[in-house]
């Protein structure tokens, strides 16, 4: 079965400063990676997936992960952020071949301060 | 265009009561999940539908919970009875059905079991 480890629960930053967002898998097979946002009080939103090809994703919000196989780790990270992006993020897997379902991580509360 | 809709957006019961949630999907997506997100966990896929046959229910405690998706459109989540344990946000997705989709959630019932 496959897991997903967020080791960091918070992470406090402040504004326009860089920040990564630490996420590790464990699968037995070939995974797509994904990163979910979630604002208070709203559902899920896509913020980028690795599926194949280049090992360094762009998504949305000038947010980007890089897939790391030999670490296991889908990393997100941000050059700049804002009070804005304070939400929680979700780190997940899928299978591949095994349907479409997703394995998340229990999620890092980022908290973007003045 | 209009994204996943569900109602109600929350509920609060007794114990051993019972309850129903409601989900429709983004127009023209075949696949629906439904997702328990317990406090301070990432999500847990309950239930996945491909039009109105279901493709993995694995997860559904099936002694309590209950989903169906008549006509392959609109769904609805039972528990009956509830527990203490129940007390979530339960979230819906839709996908267009292909494989690596993405999925799109809806805003969650957060659900309060006393």
């Known amino acids: 079965a496959q897991s997903v480890t967020q080791l960091d629960s918070q992470v406090p930053v402040f504004e326009e400063a860089p920040v990564e967002l630490r996420c590790n898998y464990s699968?037995?097979?070939?995974?797509?990676l994904f990163w979910y946002v979630q604002y208070p009080n709203q559902g899920l939103q896509l913020l980028l997936k690795?599926?194949?090809?280049?090992?360094l994703v762009k998504g949305i919000n000038g947010f980007e992960a890089e897939f790391n196989k030999s670490q296991t780790s889908f990393h997100l990270r941000k050059p700049s952020v804002h009070i804005s992006d304070t939400a929680e993020y979700f780190c997940?897997?899928?299978?591949?071949?095994?349907?479409?379902?997703?394995?998340f991580g229990t999620g890092t509360q980022l908290k973007v301060e003045l | 265009e209009a994204g996943v809709a569900q109602s109600p957006r929350y509920k609060i019961i007794e114990k051993r009561q019972s309850v129903a949630f409601w989900c429709n999907p983004i127009?023209?997506?075949?696949?629906l999940y439904w997702y328990q997100q317990i406090l301070g966990q990432g999500p847990k896929l309950l239930i996945q539908?491909?039009?109105?046959?279901?493709?993995?229910d694995s997860q559904l405690p099936k002694d309590r919970f209950s989903a169906e998706r008549l006509k392959g459109v609109d769904s609805t989540l039972k528990i009956q009875p509830a527990k203490l344990e129940d007390s979530a946000v339960y979230l819906c997705?839709?996908?267009?059905?292909?494989?690596?989709?993405?999925?799109?959630f809806g805003p969650g019932t957060r659900l309060l079991v006393l």
């Open positions: 699968s037995s097979v070939s995974v797509y």
């Open positions: 997705a839709s996908s267009s059905g292909g494989i690596r989709e993405t999925q799109y």
């Open positions: 690795y599926l194949s090809g280049s090992t």
């Open positions: 127009s023209g997506h075949a696949t």
């Open positions: 539908f491909q039009n109105n046959g279901v493709v993995d």
């Open positions: 997940a897997v899928m299978v591949t071949g095994g349907g479409n379902k997703l394995t």
